[in-house]
């Protein structure tokens, strides 16, 4: 099934259904009096969440959604019957915004969870309800009121514990293959993972974690280079991040090099994010002889001044994972009595999470209005350098430059 992560949907719910305008009418009984009855609420549409969904590409053709509308009142005071309110089912991490507004109207990160994004119509009124002593004979209704519409844009972020950072090729969907039952595809070329992947880690027999693999990061993907930044923001919900490092990278690359090329871009998508606990992981430490082991560990500590907790591995092995997971599992636990009992780190945490979904947001917002403006053939200012200017160009008469992109 394809992965899609994001998409844009206009919804719009049922409109109320109109008042009646009826009157009394049976053998023997003159004057009757009204007996229109009120029409009938329009449906509402609710997102909610499902956890056997793991994309949004039934939305990604299907992207217009209506309500029912509320039935017409009727004689003999008959209300209308309510519109049926429509559902729709998304993965389980969807964020549901307002197009028009940027707002964002909720967040279904639990199984279950819904969520009222248009409201339908409020019922018109039959002549019964205005009849009084002195009117008795009213001819006055309301129709319904119309349901509401929005244009919404849905951003799923996969719900995992543990996000995979690393160059193509540093090992990342091996590492996750070799501790958990996942099977992401693996190959000896760059960027053979295109979607993100998540797998179980089985720690003992009840203690479980999830970590997330993404497609890998290369120099400039903050500008588009590679399959760009976008993927990142599917680690914006991790408790810890694992910086893998290829210590023998075949190009003859350099693994301080290679290291540093993570970190920047991840500044450069959210330093919120980069402030994150994370961990760094040499992968591959069986494809260089053991006598180099320490040189090329310090070399790669050195050069990103790292303070935090380092682990030399081997994915295909599974040399040094059994270790790495035990303590990643006791992580969790650590963190998670600190967040029940100190409310101060729960109140950072919550700070941060904020911070990193804000800038990921912004920073994504920006990648959509650029590609908007390429697409309707305008160049940014930003752009455009002051040796391509052409005073010319506002005079041409061949027209804008249509820029064409593929997706």
């Given at each position: 099934m394809k992965f899609v992560d994001e998409v844009s949907i206009r919804v719009?719910?049922?409109?109320?259904?109109?008042?009646?305008?009826?009157?009394?009418?049976?053998?023997?009984?003159?004057?009757?009096?009204?007996?229109?009855?009120?029409?009938?609420?329009?449906?509402?549409?609710?997102?909610?969440?499902?956890?056997n969904l793991n994309t949004l590409v039934d939305y990604?053709?299907?992207?217009?959604?209506?309500?029912?509308?509320?039935?017409?009142?009727?004689?003999?005071?008959?209300?209308?019957?309510?519109?049926?309110?429509?559902?729709?089912?998304?993965?389980?991490?969807?964020?549901?915004?307002?197009?028009?507004?940027?707002?964002?109207?909720?967040?279904?990160?639990?199984?279950?969870?819904?969520?009222?994004?248009?409201?339908?119509?409020?019922?018109?009124?039959?002549?019964?309800?205005?009849?009084?002593?002195?009117?008795?004979?009213?001819?006055?209704?309301?129709?319904?009121?119309?349901?509401?519409?929005?244009?919404?844009?849905?951003?799923?972020?996969?719900?995992?514990?543990?996000?995979?950072?690393?160059?193509?090729?540093?090992?990342?969907?091996?590492?996750?293959?070799?501790?958990?039952?996942?099977?992401?595809?693996?190959?000896d070329y760059p960027f053979t993972t295109l979607v993100p992947n998540l797998g179980v880690v089985s720690v003992d027999r009840w203690k479980s974690f999830v970590v997330a693999d993404i497609p890998g990061l290369i120099e400039g993907a903050s500008d588009g280079a590679g399959l760009g930044i976008r993927f990142l923001k599917h680690l914006a919900r991790t408790r810890l991040l694992l910086h893998l490092v290829d210590m023998a990278p075949l190009d003859d690359a350099s693994a301080p090099d290679a290291a540093e090329v993570i970190v920047n871009e991840l500044i450069k998508f959210s330093p919120s994010l980069a402030e994150r606990d994370r961990w760094l992981v040499l992968n591959k430490c069986d494809q260089i002889l053991d006598e180099e082991h320490d040189a090329r560990v310090k070399e790669i500590v050195d050069r990103l001044e790292w303070t935090g907790p380092v682990y030399v591995i081997s994915a295909i092995s599974k040399l040094g994972t059994e270790r790495l997971c035990h303590d990643i599992m006791r992580y969790m636990e650590d963190r998670a009595d600190r967040l029940a009992n100190d409310p101060a780190y729960k109140e950072e945490l919550a700070d941060l999470d904020q911070r990193i979904e804000d800038e990921a947001r912004a920073q994504l917002q920006a990648l959509d209005d650029k590609r908007a403006l390429r697409r309707s053939g305008v160049k940014s200012v930003h752009d455009i350098g002051d040796d391509d200017w052409d005073e010319e160009d506002v005079d041409d008469e061949d027209g804008p430059e249509i820029i064409y992109v593929r997706d």
């Amino acid at each position: 099934m394809k992965f899609v992560d994001e998409v844009s949907i206009r919804v719009k719910a049922g409109d109320g259904g109109n008042g009646a305008m009826s009157f009394r009418r049976e053998k023997f009984i003159e004057n009757g009096g009204p007996n229109g009855g009120d029409g009938g609420d329009g449906g509402s549409i609710y997102m909610m969440a499902d956890e056997n969904l793991n994309t949004l590409v039934d939305y990604r053709y299907t992207r217009h959604f209506d309500a029912e509308r509320g039935s017409n009142g009727g004689s003999t005071d008959c209300t209308g019957k309510k519109g049926e309110d429509l559902i729709l089912r998304v993965p389980v991490g969807t964020t549901v915004i307002d197009s028009a507004t940027q707002e964002v109207i909720g967040d279904l990160t639990k199984a279950g969870q819904k969520l009222m994004v248009v409201q339908g119509g409020w019922h018109g009124l039959g002549n019964t309800r205005f009849k009084s002593s002195t009117n008795r004979a009213p001819r006055q209704t309301t129709p319904g009121k119309p349901g509401e519409q929005r244009d919404l844009k849905l951003e799923m972020k996969v719900l995992a514990d543990v996000g995979l950072l690393g160059l193509p090729n540093a090992g990342k969907s091996t590492f996750i293959r070799s501790v958990s039952a996942a099977k992401p595809k693996v190959a000896d070329y760059p960027f053979t993972t295109l979607v993100p992947n998540l797998g179980v880690v089985s720690v003992d027999r009840w203690k479980s974690f999830v970590v997330a693999d993404i497609p890998g990061l290369i120099e400039g993907a903050s500008d588009g280079a590679g399959l760009g930044i976008r993927f990142l923001k599917h680690l914006a919900r991790t408790r810890l991040l694992l910086h893998l490092v290829d210590m023998a990278p075949l190009d003859d690359a350099s693994a301080p090099d290679a290291a540093e090329v993570i970190v920047n871009e991840l500044i450069k998508f959210s330093p919120s994010l980069a402030e994150r606990d994370r961990w760094l992981v040499l992968n591959k430490c069986d494809q260089i002889l053991d006598e180099e082991h320490d040189a090329r560990v310090k070399e790669i500590v050195d050069r990103l001044e790292w303070t935090g907790p380092v682990y030399v591995i081997s994915a295909i092995s599974k040399l040094g994972t059994e270790r790495l997971c035990h303590d990643i599992m006791r992580y969790m636990e650590d963190r998670a009595d600190r967040l029940a009992n100190d409310p101060a780190y729960k109140e950072e945490l919550a700070d941060l999470d904020q911070r990193i979904e804000d800038e990921a947001r912004a920073q994504l917002q920006a990648l959509d209005d650029k590609r908007a403006l390429r697409r309707s053939g305008v160049k940014s200012v930003h752009d455009i350098g002051d040796d391509d200017w052409d005073e010319e160009d506002v005079d041409d008469e061949d027209g804008p430059e249509i820029i064409y992109v593929r997706d």
